[in-house]
């Protein structure tokens, strides 16, 4: 069966106008029709999105979820002449006869609504009078509906998907995290990173954390945590050397070895290195926990992530879940899931706040119940595993294991569409605005030639001439900036490429 781009390729311009409308995509940034194809099938095979409009569809004719889970039944293809018999027919529209009967408005079968909704396509199959037209479900769509006749697998969590949230209430998983990782690698290069007996220096910390796109406020645990998790996957990746005068510098050859992956390696890359972290105790990074070094106890962070994902991976992904059923449900099936001895009472773990010891089965919940809660909003959620939905006032906590990591846990999911790059954009006052999504790479490389101004909407750098004295000492000339910019950006100002200019002529004078 085709993907949905595949789907989307052969369709007149008029159906991506529909298409990016009754499902709510954003499509401006596309600059090309290839781009417009990309970023629709991107948005239109996201797992809320399928399911929200599943369950549209459904409250506006209710047949058409006994049509998708005829497809499902049928290994999502069946031919057109006994869906149509079912469910209507798709009327066979050209460009002008689409734009003027606008069919989508009026849908006259369950089987058009399915088709100008995108959950379902037309091809043909075989040759000659063999040849018939079949509809079927775009292979990147069907991990995403819901399988009732597979709703609890033999084995798995006893718990039922929940309603989609409404979009507003859903916070993505996204690249935040691995863009702080390339941030943390400018800063690196530009500036300096003490450190002391104690850890990091705090002034140094507090410049580089101005750089975080999420507003930083040490009063808040969870953002410390996701620091010490950024310098931690980059220790591990091999990043960081402690250089001359107790600073820590990069190591050249493996910072270059992951700016060079793409984004879907680097996200995989640093996933791995949280997932195999051994030193990286999740448990004792709870906010309002304590492990206490008292006794001989230890708990096995390898271990018990490996369990929570696996038990993670027996639900159905891009549904949506309430975290707290989740939890009674692996309190159910496997409550010593980090305790395999199921000893309840060795283990020293204190409430910061009250100072007791949570020690005993009783404490299942404010324990391992809060390891997973914390697993969920945090580290699963941050690697772009999870997507999350803020609860509204007496709700819980809803969460969707997402496309990456649906497809990094093997399952039958194809690698989610990665979005084109969009282009940096060069100013008259000589500043870089660099949007979230620009490569790593290009990003590191701007950091060598500019200033940092700001992370948020989007980055902000300019040129001047302490950022091209630290570019030259490097070994990087004004002409090889010009062309990198020439390269990546629309336009470069001529103000600007006069400077470089001069700045280059007075390099050839000094030498």
């Given at each position: 069966m085709p993907t949905t781009s595949q789907m989307l390729r052969d369709y007149p311009d008029i159906m991506f106008q529909v298409l990016a409308e009754l499902r709510g995509a954003m499509t401006d940034v596309a600059e090309t029709r290839e781009q417009l194809l990309e970023l629709l099938a991107a948005q239109m095979?996201?797992?809320?999105?399928?399911?929200?409009?599943?369950?549209?569809?459904?409250?506006?004719?209710?047949?058409?979820?006994?049509?998708?889970?005829?497809?499902?039944?049928?290994?999502?293809?069946?031919?057109?002449?006994?869906?149509?018999?079912?469910?209507?027919?798709?009327?066979?529209?050209?460009?002008?006869?689409?734009?003027?009967?606008?069919?989508?408005?009026?849908?006259?079968?369950?089987?058009?609504?399915?088709?100008?909704?995108?959950?379902?396509?037309?091809?043909?199959?075989?040759?000659?009078?063999?040849?018939?037209?079949?509809?079927?479900?775009?292979?990147?769509?069907?991990?995403?509906?819901?399988?009732p006749?597979?709703?609890?697998?033999?084995?798995?969590?006893?718990?039922?998907?929940?309603?989609?949230?409404?979009?507003?209430?859903?916070?993505?998983?996204?690249?935040?995290?691995?863009?702080?990782?390339?941030?943390?690698?400018?800063?690196?290069?530009?500036?300096?990173?003490?450190?002391?007996?104690?850890?990091?220096?705090?002034?140094?910390?507090?410049?580089?954390?101005?750089?975080?796109?999420?507003?930083?406020?040490?009063?808040?645990?969870?953002?410390?945590?996701?620091?010490?998790?950024?310098?931690?996957?980059?220790?591990?990746?091999g990043w960081l050397r402690r250089g001359e005068n107790e600073t820590i510098q990069l190591t050249v050859n493996p910072v270059s070895r992951f700016l060079e992956m793409t984004r879907a390696e680097q996200r995989r890359a640093v996933w791995d290195a949280w997932f195999n972290?051994?030193?990286?105790?999740?448990?004792?990074?709870?906010?309002?926990?304590?492990?206490?070094?008292?006794?001989?106890?230890?708990?096995?962070?390898?271990?018990t992530r490996a369990r929570i994902v696996?038990?993670?991976?027996?639900?159905?992904?891009?549904?949506?879940?309430?975290?707290?059923?989740?939890?009674?449900?692996?309190?159910?099936?496997?409550?010593?899931?980090?305790?395999?001895?199921g000893d309840y009472d060795s283990w020293y773990i204190r409430d910061v706040n009250s100072q007791e010891f949570l020690r005993g089965f009783a404490h299942w919940d404010d324990v391992e119940g809060a390891l997973v809660r914390f697993l969920v909003a945090g580290p699963l959620h941050w690697l772009r595993f999870a997507d999350l939905a803020e609860p509204s006032a007496g709700d819980d906590m809803l969460f969707s294991v997402t496309q990456w990591g649906s497809f990094w846990l093997g399952q039958e999911t194809p690698q989610p569409h990665e979005p084109p790059h969009p282009g940096i954009s060069?100013?008259?006052?000589?500043?870089?605005?660099?949007?979230?999504?620009?490569?790593?790479?290009?990003?590191?490389?701007?950091e060598r030639f500019a200033g940092w101004q700001a992370s948020y909407p989007e980055y902000v750098y300019q040129i001047?001439?302490?950022?091209?004295k630290r570019a030259l000492e490097q070994k990087i000339p004004a002409a090889r900036i010009l062309e990198f910019l020439k390269q990546r950006a629309p336009t470069v100002p001529p103000r600007v490429e006069n400077a470089l200019l001069r700045f280059g002529n007075t390099e050839k004078v000094g030498q």
């Open positions: 095979t996201d797992p809320t999105s399928v399911q929200m409009v599943y369950e549209d569809v459904g409250y506006d004719a209710p047949e058409s979820h006994k049509a998708i889970e005829l497809l499902l039944k049928e290994g999502g293809e069946i031919a057109e002449a006994q869906f149509s018999r079912q469910f209507g027919a798709i009327r066979q529209m050209g460009p002008a006869k689409l734009e003027r009967e606008m069919p989508w408005v009026a849908p006259q079968s369950v089987a058009e609504m399915l088709y100008y909704n995108g959950l379902i396509g037309r091809a043909f199959r075989g040759a000659g009078q063999a040849a018939h037209p079949v509809i079927f479900l775009p292979t990147d769509v069907v991990p995403w509906l819901p399988h006749q597979n709703q609890v697998a033999e084995g798995g969590l006893p718990v039922q998907p929940v309603a989609p949230p409404p979009t507003a209430r859903v916070i993505a998983g996204d690249d935040s995290f691995l863009d702080d990782m390339g941030t943390l690698l400018g800063f690196l290069y530009t500036e300096r990173l003490r450190v002391t007996d104690a850890g990091p220096h705090p002034e140094d910390i507090d410049l580089f954390v101005r750089r975080l796109q999420m507003p930083f406020s040490g009063d808040l645990p969870e953002l410390n945590v996701r620091l010490g998790l950024i310098l931690h996957l980059a220790n591990r990746l972290s051994a030193e990286w105790n999740d448990l004792c990074r709870i906010p309002g926990l304590e492990c206490a070094e008292t006794g001989n106890w230890r708990n096995d962070p390898l271990q696996h038990l993670l991976a027996q639900i159905q992904a891009g549904a949506w879940y309430s975290r707290t059923q989740v939890i009674e449900a692996i309190r159910t099936v496997e409550p010593d899931f980090q305790r395999p001895t060069v100013e008259e006052d000589f500043t870089i605005h660099v949007p979230h999504g620009v490569s790593l790479f290009d990003r590191f490389r701007v001047n001439q302490r950022s091209l």
